[in-house]
């Protein structure tokens, strides 16, 4: 499965479960060091998700994950502010 299988669905998926968010296809976070595949933003939430295809790996992992490791929990598929 390549990226561009998994982006159309993942934005449907996304718009279908937070209808009351704009959804982006990528968001840059700590000022552009870092971002996030696609991100639905709410007046409450700002919910970021990584798309890995098959041919991806997670050696690109550790920067995001301690970028948002102060401020989120959650599956790494799909993160939540914490409470």
């Not at 971002?35 to 550790?62: F, I, N, Q």
């Not at 995001?64 to 409470?83: F, M, N, V, Y």
């Amino acid at each position: 499965m390549h990226d561009a299988d998994v982006r159309p669905p993942l934005m449907h998926m996304v718009k279908a479960t937070y209808p009351e968010a704009r959804v982006l296809p990528e968001l840059g976070l700590e000022y552009g060091l870092v971002r996030v595949d696609m991100a639905a933003l709410s007046p409450a939430r700002l919910h970021g998700y990584e798309v890995k295809a098959d041919a991806d790996t997670l050696r690109c992992r550790p920067r995001p994950t301690t970028a948002t490791a102060p401020s989120w929990t959650g599956a790494p598929s799909s993160r939540e502010p914490a409470t």
